[in-house]
């Protein structure tokens, strides 16, 4: 008996690197840990937490699927309790301003060819410009859909890569608004654009010219699509 992953979660296991020492930051129940030693991805896999809860929770996934002793639970704020040498590190259904946070603070714990497979929930544009400044490259975004929501995932390795621009560390790679699902994910980055413009703006904040320009290149994104539809 194998775990079944929802769309998200599959999207996240499909974009780690098999063969390669796997920590999961903020394993909440386990099931992803779980599916990528049972399916043979990596048989060398910790499952960490600041919570104890959600290990205790982990331990009793991994004791379903005959995992107890398999996989280590260790508990731990981000990457810190870990030692150094972590090679493919996934963090996923955090905000994009606290994975940041976890990678910066942990940096030094990660292998000189670490990958990093991360599924931000929110403030993707503070992921990005934290990458490139670590000196990750982006290899690969993906955007999936799972009960109705959008999700980013992205996978990132060590590499030379300059600070991105407001737009593209706003949107990524993606930009073709003729695909439905970047078309949706532009729409729902201008939304947020937009409400942060209007919320600078009411406190005379001179940042709202950054979000009022942000929205302006989103229109035009979009907009492209109906010239050619």
Not at 19 to 41: E, F, M, N, P, S
Request: charged share 25%.
């Amino acid at each position: 008996m194998q775990p079944g992953l929802n769309p998200r979660l599959q999207t996240v296991a499909d974009l780690v690197v098999s063969g390669r020492r796997v920590v999961d930051v903020g394993t909440d129940h386990g099931i992803l840990a779980a599916w990528l030693y049972l399916r043979g991805v990596s048989d060398q896999i910790t499952a960490c937490d600041i919570n104890e809860k959600p290990l205790v929770n982990a331990a009793k996934t991994f004791a379903q699927y005959g995992l107890t002793g398999k996989i280590a639970l260790v508990r731990s704020d981000g990457l810190a309790a870990l030692p150094a040498g972590q090679q493919e590190v996934v963090i996923a259904g955090m905000g994009g301003e606290l994975i940041a946070r976890i990678l910066t603070a942990g940096v030094d714990r990660l292998s000189p060819d670490a990958g990093l497979v991360l599924q931000p929930m929110t403030h993707h544009e503070d992921l990005r410009v934290c990458l490139a400044g670590l000196g990750f490259v982006i290899r690969a975004e993906t955007l999936v859909e799972d009960e109705g929501r959008l999700y980013l995932v992205l996978r990132a390795e060590p590499g030379y890569a300059a600070a991105p621009d407001d737009l593209t560390a706003f949107v990524g790679r993606f930009t073709d608004a003729a695909d439905p699902l970047t078309r949706r994910y532009l729409t729902g980055r201008r939304a947020y654009a937009a409400a942060r413009a209007d919320g600078l703006r009411a406190e005379n904040d001179p940042a709202a010219a950054r979000f009022e320009a942000l929205v302006r290149a989103l229109d035009a994104l979009l907009a492209k699509k109906e010239e050619t539809s």
